[in-house]
């Protein structure tokens, strides 16, 4: 098992930033971000793998910015240029195999508000 604890949601105007962290219980091969707004499906934002290399949904390519530090387990979301559509919760992801699919382990999610 792994826990996943994430912070750093808030409120922001259209055009800010804001900056996530994920911490799990210990190291997992992939970590990612999803997020889910009202009334709407869970979407995938952006994953990591242990080496470093990052993947980005289309609609925050070029804004956000993925980023993991394996030796404390923790993992980062830069996100700039927000808008109201990037307005959902956001929940860390991991699983110890692949950043294909969907992942084993979730957090409890962080809110991200961005009005216009």
């Known amino acids: 098992q792994v826990q996943l604890v994430e912070s750093g949601g808030g409120s922001v105007q259209s055009g800010g930033s804001l900056r996530l962290s994920c911490v799990a219980s210990?190291?997992?091969?992939?970590m990612a971000w999803f997020r889910q707004a009202p009334g709407k499906e869970r979407e995938f934002v952006s994953s990591?793998?242990?080496?470093?290399?990052?993947t980005y949904a289309d609609s925050v390519k070029g804004r956000f910015a993925i980023d993991r530090e394996n030796a404390k387990n923790t993992m980062y979301l830069e996100m700039n240029s927000l808008k109201p559509e990037d307005t959902a919760m956001y929940y860390c992801a991991a699983d110890d195999d692949s950043c294909s699919g969907t992942p084993d382990y979730w957090g409890q999610g962080t809110q991200v508000t961005v009005s216009s």
């Open positions: 990591i793998h242990s080496d470093l290399v990052p």
């Open positions: 210990r190291f997992t091969y992939c």
